[in-house]
């Protein structure tokens, strides 16, 4: 039997070492022994020997129920995973002709998604000669950030990319 997890353990008759350093249920040290000896002690027991730690000088091996230590183990992972925040981009578009009504919307729409804890990816398209004009986009995505200093900080400053100036604002720190 093999771990779920990507740490493949060796259990019982796979273990071929001559002399493993052995621990008990309970977690005393039982001391060095002979391989052959710890399994015999792990039946006696009923339980499995398993090497927990290969790269030690004996390896250590321990009496435990595998099938139970492999159900902590995912039970645990999956802990780790809840405490996982996901961080997702939202993205808003302009163009270099948006009016400011339209901006103050857009930076309405920003802040629900900083509120949330998201990140707000800024992007302003530029068509054939607007290009040419990159300062009016520039001052476009500073006036944008204007309006959202309260609850966001600008973590990668406006660049031109090709045809798109982009900007991402991210969420302040509380």
Not at 43 to 60: C, F, H, Q, R
Not at 112 to 118: A, V
Not at 143 to 158: Q, R
């Amino acid at each position: 039997m093999k771990s779920i997890n990507n740490k493949n353990y060796l259990l019982n008759e796979e273990i071929r070492e001559k002399e493993i350093r052995v621990i008990d249920i309970d977690g005393s040290m039982l001391g060095i022994m002979s391989s052959r000896d710890a399994l015999k002690l792990s039946e006696e027991k009923e339980t499995d020997l398993v090497m927990i730690s290969p790269g030690a000088n004996p390896p250590v091996c321990k009496l435990m129920d595998y099938g139970k230590f492999i159900y902590e183990q995912s039970k645990k992972d999956k802990e780790a995973k809840k405490k996982q925040k996901v961080i997702n981009i939202k993205e808003i578009r302009f163009s270099p002709s948006i009016e400011e009504h339209d901006i103050s919307i857009k930076a309405n729409n920003a802040r629900k998604f900083l509120n949330d804890g998201d990140k707000v990816k800024v992007t302003i398209r530029f068509r054939g000669r607007e290009a040419d004009y990159a300062h009016i986009g520039q001052k476009i995505l500073v006036n944008f950030a204007s309006k959202l200093d309260d609850v966001g900080v600008i973590e990668k400053p406006a660049k031109l990319e090709g045809k798109n100036m982009i900007m991402i604002l991210a969420p302040k720190k509380a």
